[in-house]
């Protein structure tokens, strides 16, 4: 009896002590890409200890874009992930079933980057001109749209295929006369165009009627299924995270200098700023940071489904869900 007692003090011992079984829900997070500035919110919710507080142990692991996530995710090689919504929609048509479950920009983030002095002062002016993009890209894909919306005929732009390293050089060497590029990456285009001794302007998709939903936290329906509530502690979580960041946003930047020393502090900061704008909307502001609007999401089927290649039947409900995150006001 007595080695009995023993053994359940232990027990609990073990159960109640920092670390213990409760606080080992191992989750791996897979982002979109390299860590930068669109990431600090989940590096702040880390060093706030909101992940521990959730009594999670998370790997946040670099990504290789929104499509090798969404495989990633949909195959079980990470729990959770960051990708844009195009590229849900698209890995759903090939047998991916993941959903959006949170939102990080809730405003588009495309944008055409060009270089000044080269005749182009309007969107229309892109006509005759050449633009770098990599193959497949949302951003690329969506250029018809933004071409409706700014009266622009964009079979007469002549796209030239490039990797993603390869357009921000591209475009300051001009090389190309202009790149599509999130805004997100507006500061280190800028930073690269600096120090070639060359300007660049921008028009913004968002400006011309492009709004759809990019970026966001995704989880798989069998992660769903099996696991729904340490889902909906890490969405909640990271979306905490975010909202932290967005007030205090030097610190945030302090926290990911802290993870990642050999980068540019100011770039980052930089960056982040740019995100916090595309994230605090007014909808995000009414109903919460990451709250997804059910009919904007249908309209982004629409749009990706028109210009984009989609298999197989995909429905509004099949991509998204609003169960997984509680309300996370603003800061």
Do not use: C
Not at 141 to 149: D, E, K, T
Not at 241 to 256: I, S, V
């Amino acid at each position: 009896m007595k080695n009995l007692r023993m053994i359940m003090a232990a027990a609990l011992m073990l159960l109640l002590a920092p670390g213990g079984a409760e606080a080992q829900d191992k989750v791996v997070f897979a982002l979109n890409w390299v860590p930068y500035g669109i990431h600090f919110g989940v590096f702040a919710a880390k060093e706030l200890g909101y992940y521990r507080d959730a009594h999670l142990d998370v790997d946040i692991q670099r990504g290789y874009g929104s499509g090798d996530t969404v495989k990633r995710v949909g195959t079980g090689a990470a729990d959770i992930g960051m990708a844009d919504e195009a590229s849900v929609i698209v890995g759903w048509g090939k047998g991916l079933k993941v959903r959006q479950i949170a939102t990080i920009l809730d405003r588009s983030a495309d944008a055409i980057f060009y270089v000044k002095g080269l005749g182009i002062n309007q969107p229309k002016d892109l006509e005759g001109h050449t633009l770098g993009a990599a193959a497949g890209e949302t951003s690329l894909n969506l250029l018809p749209v933004f071409g409706a919306g700014a009266g622009v005929d964009t079979t007469k732009i002549k796209v030239i295929n490039l990797t993603p390293p390869a357009k921000f050089p591209s475009l300051v060497s001009k090389k190309v006369d202009s790149i599509v590029a999130f805004t997100t990456e507006e500061p280190a285009i800028r930073s690269a165009a600096q120090k070639a001794g060359v300007e660049i302007g921008r028009f913004l998709f968002a400006d011309y009627g492009v709004d759809y939903y990019s970026v966001g936290l995704i989880a798989s329906d069998e992660m769903l299924a099996k696991k729904p509530d340490v889902i909906k502690r890490v969405a909640t979580a990271t979306m905490r995270g975010y909202a932290w960041a967005a007030k205090h946003p030097d610190q945030a930047a302090d926290f990911f200098v802290k993870n990642f020393p050999a980068t540019t502090r100011d770039l980052m900061l930089a960056q982040w700023k740019v995100t916090i704008g595309l994230m605090l909307t007014d909808y995000t502001k009414a109903h919460g940071v990451g709250a997804i609007d059910p009919a904007k999401m249908a309209k982004t089927l629409a749009l990706i489904k028109k210009y984009q290649e989609v298999s197989g039947p995909v429905t509004v409900d099949d991509i998204y869900s609003t169960r997984y995150l509680e309300n996370v006001p603003a800061e």
